[in-house]
T-cell receptor
Framework: NAGVTQTPKFRVLKTGQSMTLLCAQD?????MYWYRQDPGMGLRLIHY???????AKGEVPDGYNVSRLKKQNFLLGLESAAPSQTSVYFC?????????????FGDGTRLSIL | AQSVTQLGSHVSVSEGALVLLRCNYS??????LFWYVQYPNQGLQLLLK??????LVKGINGFEAEFKKSETSFHLTKPSAHMSDAAEYFC???????????????FGKGTHLIIQP
């Protein structure tokens, strides 16, 4: 029972490079989220999806794009990486729109932009 | 807009002492509230949640929290700290009536709990 799996776990990029972070969940959850965690800032929502084929912006969406082509996968893309995007990225999922359902988190992707 | 304030970025207690981590929220409607714990190099794990049922909520690992509407607080407590409790703790709020807008949790900035032997 894997839950939420993020790949890769670590990555170092040069400024201007692009990459895609993959999140996969095996719980058949409708809702998926991407957060970034920075020291002293807590977690901030980047983008989220309320179902296959849908995406929406969160609190800090600039510089990122997302796609949800399959229900179980939620991809986060950086088209042109910037040092300000150095962070730990967390994916989460939850079963439905009812807000009392807790979100299940992956173990994170640690991304450094040089 | 909702927000969460966690008082104290670092809290240090002795092993066996009471743990108290403070969380205050701001919300236009009665919210749902969560406490998560994060161990080093891991994701977030749910400790407990408040969803408008009992105001005293018991969670895993001996933690509990009390929802106080008059104080807009949801403080986390544990009677006796263990070394294994050393971690980062996050309070989060969710709007139960969210629709159309950002749908996700709003997190506090976190409190790092240090356990002294």
């Amino acid at each position: 029972n894997a839950g939420v799996t993020q790949t890769p776990k670590f990555r170092v990029l040069k400024t201007g490079q692009s990459m895609t972070l993959l999140c996969a969940q095996d719980m058949n959850h409708e809702y998926m989220y991407w957060y970034r965690q920075d020291p002293g800032m807590g977690l901030r929502l980047i983008h989220y999806s309320v179902g296959e084929g849908t995406t929406a912006k969160g609190e800090v969406p600039d510089g990122y794009n997302v796609s949800r082509l399959k229900k179980q996968n939620f991809l986060l893309g950086l088209e042109s990486a910037a040092p300000s995007q150095t962070s730990v990225y967390f994916c989460a999922s939850s079963p439905d729109r009812v807000s009392n359902q807790p979100q299940h988190f992956g173990d994170g992707t640690r991304l450094s932009i040089l | 807009a909702q927000s969460v304030t966690q008082l104290g970025s670092h809290v240090s207690v002795s092993e066996g002492a009471l743990v108290l981590l403070r969380c205050n929220y701001s919300s236009s409607v009665p919210p749902y509230l969560f406490w998560y714990v994060q161990y080093p190099n891991q994701g977030l794990q749910l400790l407990l949640k408040y969803t408008s049922a009992a105001t005293l909520v018991k969670g895993i690992n001996g933690f509990e929290a009390e929802f106080k509407k008059s104080e807009t607080s949801f403080h986390l407590t544990k009677p006796s700290a263990h070394m294994s409790d050393a971690a980062e703790y996050f309070c989060a709020v969710s709007d139960p009536y969210s629709g159309g807008g950002a749908d996700g949790l709003t997190f506090g900035k976190g409190t790092h709990l240090i356990i002294q032997p």
